[in-house]
């Protein structure tokens, strides 16, 4: 809106005013003065022209984790902003400040605004089993990337043979880059059975055997 205009006798003051509408400003008259309320003095026929603008609005993008963000800018008042979060290898996209979870969406523009993107790194199970008589531990969900100790302990009169994955040490650091498991093998202690002759015969039933295993030794003269 401006106002002002009309017929003024020479020498007069006319006070000129230009009022925007919400969500504009005013910029400048047609003569580049920038007061949007002036008093000129009427010497001649004048004709003044008011600019306005609508108003622009900052948009700031955050991130917390590693990820990227994009969107941020200035915008028009009531224009359309798109945000797009983007996670780093191994993480994920959680949610935004205001509880959004879309990794892009649109938002309207009606003022300055901060939106932060969350991102977590990703979490993995570790699994680990025993096939045999025997305990392990170490097992859970981490972090990726995470160092995690696994440890296999065997019953009484048994031993540990090995992993999975070939590895035969019972107690070993593992990094977790995945869904995955490990399964300890135990077996059963073995012993020699030692059968000798003192004199003039012959003895049988000496051998390896499993620990607990009933064995018939013979003596004959």
């Given amino acids: ?15 000129l005013k230009a009022t925007p509408d919400a969500h504009y400003h005013f910029v400048k008259w047609s003569d580049d003065d920038t007061n949007s309320e002036r008093t000129i003095t009427v010497k001649k026929d004048v004709s003044l022209s008011a600019t306005f ?53 649109a938002v309207k523009v009606l003022g300055d605004a901060t939106y932060t993107a969350t991102f977590a790194i990703n979490q993995h199970t570790l699994t680990v089993t025993s096939n045999g008589n025997g305990t392990v531990l170490g097992g859970g969900t981490y972090d990726y990337g995470t160092k995690v100790t696994i440890k296999a302990t065997a019953d009484d009169n048994y031993h540990f043979v090995k992993w999975s994955d070939g590895n035969t040490n019972a107690t070993r650091e593992v990094t977790v880059n995945g869904n995955t498991t490990y399964t300890a093998t135990f077996a059963i202690n073995q012993h020699t059975l030692t059968v000798t002759s003192n004199g003039n015969g012959t003895v049988s039933g000496g ?3 499993d620990y607990g295993t009933k064995v018939t030794i013979k003596a004959t003269a």
């Fill in 207 to 209: 051998g390896t055997y």
């Fill in 53 to 105: 603008a609508i108003d622009k609005h900052t948009i700031t993008v955050d991130k917390i984790g590693e990820g990227s963000v994009s969107g941020g800018g200035e915008y028009d008042y009531n224009a359309d902003a798109t945000l797009n979060a983007e996670p780093a290898e191994h993480y994920h996209f959680v949610e935004w400040n205001d509880k959004v979870i879309d990794a892009q969406r």
């Fill in 1 to 15: 809106i401006v106002s002002g205009a009309g017929k003024y006798n020479y020498n007069e003051k006319a006070t």
